[in-house]
């Protein structure tokens, strides 16, 4: 009797972390930071795993009962991946912000054609780009905003209960109104950029009225890359606080 009690104990307690490591795993592979293609993919298993195992006593009153057959095991799994994927693709969005934003001062700044190898994205992508993406990466750690995508990951498993499989067509819907939220989002954090680009275009084409022989191009790029840096330089504090805003405010809707 008492083997029995042990092995049906044991039982429960692997299949609690086999279900919490599927959905934490999930989220880490693809989540900023954690999920990026220079960490080791065994790094983040053992990070999943750990938290697992320190996880599964307090979220296994979340868990549905042991499945009797294969195929519910592969479903609940299945399900499992699919949330956990969700959290750490939202992340994955709000992160792209200073993406869309590193672009367009690239474009006004003439250094749209200087490109690099964008680890937060795993693409090519413009030196601002890549700059402003670490850049916000490093506030995410230095924030303590990474506590706050695991802390997110394990408060899921009271408003998404594992065996409940999500909403699709919630979850699409909410994707594409996040997605047009980042691209928003991003064009107003370039807004400063955007503005003397604007102002040096409009000067290039008063002055090449005026002088058609001078080489406007020639003098104004100089001009042009000196103004972005200077404001860029200006506005960066203010453009980082901004986006962990954003990125907290955001995060936090998303799972309530």
């Given at each position: 009797?008492?083997?029995?009690?042990?092995?049906?104990?044991?039982?429960?307690?692997?299949?609690?972390?086999?279900?919490?490591?599927?959905?934490?795993?999930?989220?880490?592979?693809?989540?900023?930071?954690?999920?990026?293609?220079?960490?080791?993919?065994?790094?983040?298993?053992?990070?999943?795993?750990?938290?697992?195992?320190?996880?599964?006593?307090?979220?296994?009153?979340?868990?549905?009962?042991?499945?009797?057959?294969?195929?519910?095991?592969?479903?609940?799994?299945?399900?499992?991946?699919?949330?956990?994927?969700?959290?750490?693709?939202?992340?994955?969005?709000?992160?792209?912000?200073?993406?869309?934003a590193g672009m367009i001062i690239s474009f006004q700044s003439s250094l749209s054609i200087a490109t690099q190898f964008d680890?937060?994205?795993?693409?090519?992508?413009?030196?601002?780009?890549?700059?402003?993406?670490?850049?916000?990466?490093?506030?995410?750690?230095?924030?303590?905003?990474?506590?706050?995508?695991?802390?997110?990951?394990?408060?899921?498993?009271?408003?998404?209960?594992?065996?409940?499989?999500?909403?699709?067509?919630?979850?699409?819907?909410?994707?594409?109104?996040?997605?047009?939220?980042?691209?928003?989002?991003?064009?107003?954090?370039?807004?400063?950029?955007?503005?003397?680009?604007?102002?040096?275009?409009?000067?290039?084409?008063?002055?090449?009225?005026?002088?058609?022989?001078?080489?406007?191009?020639?003098?104004?790029?100089?001009?042009?890359?000196?103004?972005?840096?200077?404001?860029?330089?200006?506005?960066?504090?203010?453009?980082?606080?901004?986006?962990?805003?954003?990125?907290?405010?955001?995060?936090?809707?998303?799972?309530?």
């Amino acid at each position: 009797m008492t083997f029995n009690i042990l092995e049906g104990y044991l039982t429960g307690q692997v299949f609690a972390v086999l279900v919490i490591f599927t959905r934490i795993s999930s989220a880490l592979m693809v989540m900023p930071g954690f999920g990026e293609t220079y960490v080791f993919s065994r790094a983040k298993l053992v990070l999943s795993f750990l938290l697992a195992v320190a996880l599964a006593p307090f979220l296994e009153q979340f868990l549905p009962p042991i499945p009797t057959d294969p195929a519910r095991l592969s479903v609940l799994l299945l399900g499992e991946i699919f949330i956990g994927l969700l959290i750490g693709t939202v992340a994955r969005f709000l992160i792209s912000t200073m993406h869309v934003a590193g672009m367009i001062i690239s474009f006004q700044s003439s250094l749209s054609i200087a490109t690099q190898f964008d680890p937060t994205q795993a693409a090519q992508g413009t030196v601002v780009g890549n700059f402003l993406s670490v850049a916000a990466l490093t506030f995410i750690f230095a924030l303590d905003l990474h506590h706050m995508m695991l802390r997110g990951v394990t408060d899921s498993y009271s408003l998404i209960i594992p065996g409940n499989f999500p909403p699709v067509a919630d979850i699409a819907d909410y994707l594409g109104q996040l997605l047009s939220k980042v691209f928003e989002i991003g064009v107003q954090l370039a807004a400063p950029s955007i503005v003397i680009g604007l102002l040096l275009n409009l000067a290039a084409g008063i002055i090449s009225r005026l002088m058609p022989n001078m080489q406007v191009f020639f003098v104004m790029m100089p001009l042009q890359l000196m103004l972005s840096f200077f404001v860029m330089m200006v506005v960066f504090q203010m453009t980082m606080m901004e986006f962990a805003q954003f990125f907290s405010e955001t995060f936090s809707d998303f799972l309530e």
